[in-house]
């Protein structure tokens, strides 16, 4: 059976970005960047809600970019590889391959999903992610932890699905190390403690994933 994994980049008081819809501070730089692309390599198909869709359409043309770095190109070829569900109400067409629009976040679809798929998928996007926790789904947390402080704007999860653990991760993420990932398999609390296992990445920033 395939893992649903919800990843996330939000800032340590635990936004995805703040309150002008901005997350440029949330860009990883090159090592982080590669790390994450080796956590996306397996991924076989991406959720997304529309809002988190309009941003990650970019890469479909990405790899076109001139300046393109190289870690930015192979996210581009990972991306595009994968399929895409995109939950919608008003969505009418899309802009990339092997993507398709469900109207109705349908909990059951997914977990035959689960099933059948051969390579695990991802849930984009805090609100969606909310209500595949929600209806048990989501078997792996996948969090990026910026050292910054935004005070408010769009939560990483708007429902509170899960009680704030944020306390144990800050103490590992510094100015000098840009982003710390914290990983928790399962379907418990996403923590940087005994239960989970945390990496400290450091370096200058890319484009946002």
Request: proline share 6%; charged share 30%.
């Amino acid at each position: 059976m395939a893992k649903l994994i919800y990843s996330a980049i939000a800032s340590l008081d635990g936004y995805v970005a703040d309150e002008d819809g901005n997350f440029d501070w949330a860009a990883p730089d090159e090592e982080v960047h590669s790390f994450i692309n080796d956590l996306e390599r397996p991924i076989g198909t991406y959720l997304y809600g529309r809002r988190m869709y309009d941003v990650m359409v970019y890469w479909e043309t990405a790899d076109t970019v001139a300046d393109q770095p190289p870690v930015g190109q192979d996210f581009a070829e990972i991306w595009q590889a994968a399929d895409k569900v995109v939950y919608s109400k008003t969505l009418e067409d899309v802009s990339s391959a092997r993507t398709r629009i469900e109207r109705d976040f349908d909990a059951e679809a997914i977990r035959q999903l689960k099933a059948t798929a051969e390579r695990d998928l991802t849930v984009g996007g805090p609100e969606l992610a909310a209500q595949a926790i929600k209806a048990g789904l989501v078997d792996e947390y996948q969090l990026f932890l910026t050292p910054v402080m935004v005070g408010g704007g769009r939560d990483e999860m708007p429902s509170r699905t899960w009680s704030r653990r944020r306390a144990a991760c800050q103490p590992r993420a510094r100015p000098d190390t840009p982003s710390a990932a914290a990983r928790r398999r399962g379907r418990g609390r996403p923590a940087c403690g005994r239960a989970s296992r945390c990496r400290r990445q450091g370096g200058r920033r890319q484009p946002a994933l």
